[in-house]
């Protein structure tokens, strides 16, 4: 096996044992609610059972420190199992099962590494952990008793002892239920057969046991042909010894599978003497079944038995795929539905063409018709003017027409006109036809597309099922009992969506246990219970999926953001007092922002809501937050269902087509201009029993708009104007548009890294016509007309013209204060304005200060001026002086080589990557980065070197 095969598999063991592992940590921290004594002993088996497969597969693998530590797991839940009292686990004993789990975690991930990085496992580097858990398992013996030597029969197969249960449990009962109907009905006149099947009975039990290395399967066996060979015996004896037999068989059943050492029942069977031993009487048995085993086969490895089938089992065959294969396979239905989108609109076109041709083809009857009557006409007049004259055959004008040029051509004509219409009827068919396989296709794509995302779906527990055991560590170390309560757990989201998820959901849950949750001695002190709760609430609703993240604590005081600003001198105090609500709640979003004083463990740095948002951006998300001071935080996440492909209305505004999400549409209204009143200078709608706002959708939109002496190819009615209602996280709003194009299905092409995404665009797509169409995104739409702080950090003074363009009565952005001086200064070098300019504004939205060189020599140039950096990022390729020179000239400077040197290229090889590295590079990125993790290793740069 090569090491492509080796990494293939290894994947799906990673993948499998932590699921095993989170399962462990589930079921532990259940333990701790588990009331009844069945249900315990229910869960410390499925304990048991998961660190024995761990121990299975790695020992597969060869990591054999980890099979070591999962076998010592293991006997910690046999401990359980077998101790003598049914009381709760202490919090202590779940505690150190916890630290064993997590020690497994750490095992699995320093093998997994080791194979990867292809280096032999050393003993030595896995001791301390092996002590550990020994630890463990030693202070659980002390408590609940030590562990059971296992039987005898378990010893010789540990790692098989499923297996043989399995058999035990299935083979077996076939076997016993044919021996007691044998012996319930056997009589004097049918002895000879009762013993031919005894004789079968006791091949079939001799095989199992020298398959499965039971030797008390093999001694009862032979109590059954000694009972059957001994002549003396009368029908009575024979039954008598063979129900002891079947009693036997039974109890040694019920061991096995209860894993306790077998103990058989005597059998008093005579022993035959050497008169007594006679010729049988019975023939020959017949050959084996494909399930027995002949006396005389060697003992089989129980390794290699087949395990039960799926229909058997009652489990479904499973694969495990890449997520990159998924979502390269969602990706290519995405391009189908676009092509079907195409096939439909060429499907319409055909069809309309048709009819036209139809239309003209009529139009051409009617035309040969009248062709065919002047035809007629003609050659009447013809054969009465040539009436006197002789015909060249001697016939009578009456007796034979006589034709001229004029009439052939005629009868071609209407003959064409004839051949036209037939293949008319016969295109319409073809038309027809085409229809009726469009149609199927397009419901053949949507059944594959339905069935292609559900392979990307799965639990939302998956996101949340290791936070109770976050909490529950939190609780014990900050002194604080708070309770997580976890609410639909099964709603399926997008696997992508999840991956999203899983640092803005811890960030919130330590955000609400850190700022939310008081002290219990401040919790009575209010009125309230001492232990506090987080609750997490996954539903679908309109379209969307709604993670809500509430705490019944202390609330946000709006007031200490503002004092918080003014100190960290983001905002003036006259800015500060202008600020909204919403436009407060809004910087604890903000990197670098906090309203903790002291950092501690867990907050005061100013990076955890900030996490939140950029990563719910990536995947359309959005987040808000609903805070009353005393009463308790919600964080309401919003998300799409699915993210490639998506249900939109399209509309026409001026000279764009624009389409909108069909789950953000609340209504579509026709207006009449008698219905729309005024406040102030903002125009109002009267819907469903209150007023919202009414807003032009192309004074919402920020780029370029078509001349306004060009008139609008779709002119809008005085009367009536199409209105839609939005809804979103942001509040409701009333859009006008100039015309409804209609409802489509829409595959979103969201923009690549690292261009940013536009203030209203949500994304684009490609209609069946091949027009390009933006798709809004109705939350920032709404979001202008209650502007929030803007990511930027110097937002600029909106000049007159600019402002024009905003919407009556919306007042601009409060300006925010440049970065601190004390801020780091990081130095871009890239030839590529454009690239400069793009990374320089990133750096900047993320607070730090940004110098800008065009090559390696001006970079060199503006350090030698004094230029202080705490980083420098820089391109390979440039003139003058590329990366590689401009990183050895400054490691030979003894002035400016302790400042670390990032590389961002277009070059991923592995020549280039490791000549940047050996002239002192800290860090290589690659064209197009992820903004995201730049920004993370940036932090880590910066942070090392303050």
Known sequence: MDFNDIQELLGAFIAETDEFLQSLETQLLAMEQIETAEARKSTIKEMFRAAHSIKGSALMFGFQSLSTAAHRIEDCFAILRDRPEDTPLSSRSITQLLQGVDLLKKLTAQSTALVQEKQEEDPKDFQADLEAIALIKQELETECGSLKKPADWMQKHPANTGIIQAIFQQDLPPIFNRLETELSQMQEETVEESCRVFNEIYYQLSGLSGMLEVPELGEIAESLRTAVDNPNLSVEDLKKLGWAIAQNLETVREQILQELPIVLQPMELPEPTLDDITISAVPSPPPPLPSDSPPTAPPADPSLLPSATPSESGVKPTIRVELDRLTELVDLVGELVISRTHLEVQETQLRGEVKRLRRHIRDLNQFGIQLREEYDRLAGEKSHQGRNIPHPLGFDALEMDHYTEFHDLARETIETTQAIAHSSTKIDEVALNLDRSTDRLRRICDRLRSQVMQLRVVSFSRAVDHLPRAIRDMSRTYNKDVNLLLIGRDTKIDESLLHALRDPLVHLVRNAFDHGIESPEDRKAVGKPPNGQIEIEARHQGGQTIITISDDGQGIDPEIIRSRLVELNLVSEEQALELSLNELYDFLFWSGFSTKREVSDLSGRGVGLDIVRSNLRQVRGTVKVDSRIGRGTTFIIKLPLMLSISDALLVRIEHHTLALPLDAVEEILHVNASEIQMAMHQPMLRWRDEYIRLVPLNHLLHYNESSRDIPSPIPVGEDYMPVLVLSASEGILAIVVDRLVGQQELVVK??????????????????????????????????????????????????????????????????????????????????????????????????????????????????????????????????????????????????FSQIPVAMLTSRSGAKHRQRALDLGAVKYFTKPYNERQLLSAIAQLIGATL
């Open 750 to 895: 969201p923009l690549p890294q690292p261009l940013s995404k536009p203030t209203g665009i949500l994304g684009c797509t490609i209609l069946g016509d091949g027009e390009v169409v933006s798709i809004l995104d109705v939350d920032d739409l709404i979001g202008q007309l209650h502007p929030h702080v803007q990511k930027a950090v110097v937002i600029p003074t909106e000049s007159p013209a600019r402002s024009t363009l905003l919407p009556p009565g919306t007042r601009s952005p409060v300006p925010l204060l440049p970065p601190l001086p004390s801020q780091p200064q990081i130095l871009v070098i890239d030839d590529s304005y454009t690239i400069r300019q793009m990374l320089s504004l990133t750096l900047t939205r993320a607070r730090y200060r940004v110098a800008q060189a065009k090559d390696g020599q001006d970079a060199l140039e503006q350090l030698h001026q004094g230029l202080k950096c705490a980083l420098i990022i820089a391109d390979i390729e440039m003139p003058r002086m590329d990366g590689f020179e401009f990183l050895a000239a400054v490691q030979e400077n003894s002035q």
